[in-house]
């Protein structure tokens, strides 16, 4: 990913609380640019707050535009596709962010500043994230990274920038997750030479069930499928993960997690079709939250992932087989 575009993912996560796909436009939409505009930009389409969006990333090596030069470009494009384009820029000086915004000109410079009249700003020099809340819901990153510290590796006295080496975070969305688990209790600091340091309040057990109440389910959205090669690139989630260890029987249809990014990216590439309905699908598939892949190396999703999916489920023989789960996942 290049640098710009890394930069704003990072930049629209710590804003939004959540992992942001960046995906590519279509060609058929691409080719609608004129010509100049096609050599200057990257068009980017994301979810924000769920709301699509369009974003206009500037590619590398142009000098800095004016306010009316950019004022034209995002005026072009908003007549071409009839909704407002945000530009993504490497920087601009304090006088021309002063007339993009007179101007009306969506932008962002990630990492600083951000201005879309028509959902949200920033304009402040440096981004102050606000406190986490203590009782709501935390943020998928935040639960990712615990479920890490349950099941794959104790993050105990771990300094905050091996943690995002670990889980592949950047270091800036560690420290706001460091601040939500703090927040909630979950979690004290304390500072080793230059590093901080993150030590838990409770066992593995205890800080589930402390935690428990602020997880949500990271399957946000489902979807049927037809996928065109021999077997998925995913985990099984759902009763397909649940039916390898339990009584519980299968779906018909099997059932597998993807990250967001990785289904809109297989998507686009043709991996698989998004069906409407079951009747020509061979597959059902979550988007989630956070990438399964942290939390488990395959065939199947991790345990406490799949709970936070069934919980809710009605039927007693899955929640007691998911207590089962559980029982088996913190005796060893």
């Not at 059902?284 to 956070?290: A, D, G, H, T, V």
Request: proline share 7%; charged share 20%; aromatic share 8%.
């Amino acid at each position: 990913m290049p640098a710009l575009e890394q930069r704003l993912s990072e930049y629209l996560e710590t804003i939004s609380g959540n992992t942001t796909a960046l995906r590519a436009m279509p060609e058929a939409t691409l080719n609608r640019l004129p010509l100049f505009l096609r050599e200057r930009y990257q068009l980017r389409s994301i979810e924000l707050f769920g709301r699509e969006c369009i974003l206009a990333v500037e590619i590398p090596g142009w000098n800095v535009g004016s306010p009316a030069e950019y004022a034209a470009h995002a005026q072009t494009m908003f007549t071409l596709f009839s909704k407002p384009v945000t530009l993504v820029v490497p920087q601009v000086a304090s006088y021309a962010r002063n007339r993009m915004v007179q101007a009306s000109t969506p932008f962002i410079v990630p990492g600083s500043q951000l201005f879309m009249p028509f959902m949200m700003v920033d304009l402040r020099e440096r981004f102050a994230t606000p406190s986490a809340e203590a009782g709501l819901p935390i943020t998928p990153a935040a639960q990712g990274i615990l479920l890490y510290h349950l099941l794959r590796k104790p993050l105990q006295g771990i300094p905050l920038q091996n943690i995002a080496k670990l889980t592949g975070y950047s270091a800036m969305m560690i420290t706001k997750v460091k601040d939500e688990w703090e927040t909630n209790g979950l979690c004290q600091t304390r500072r080793v030479g230059r590093s901080v340091v993150v030590e838990f309040t409770a066992d593995r057990r205890k800080l589930w069930h402390i935690a428990e109440q602020l997880f949500s389910s990271p399957a946000k959205k489902s979807h049927w499928a037809h996928w065109n090669k021999a077997g998925p690139p995913a985990l099984a989630a759902g009763f397909t993960a649940l039916s390898k260890s339990t009584m519980v029987e299968d779906d018909p249809i099997p059932t597998w997690a993807l990250h967001r990014k990785t289904f809109h990216s297989l998507l686009e590439k043709g991996t698989f079709l998004s069906l409407s309905g079951p009747e020509e699908a061979n597959a059902r598939i979550e988007e989630w939250s956070y990438d399964p892949r942290l939390l488990s190396d395959g065939p199947n999703v991790d345990p406490l992932s799949l709970v936070l999916c069934l919980r809710g489920d009605n039927d007693d023989r899955v929640q007691q087989q998911l207590r089962t789960v559980l029982d088996n996942t913190f005796s060893n």
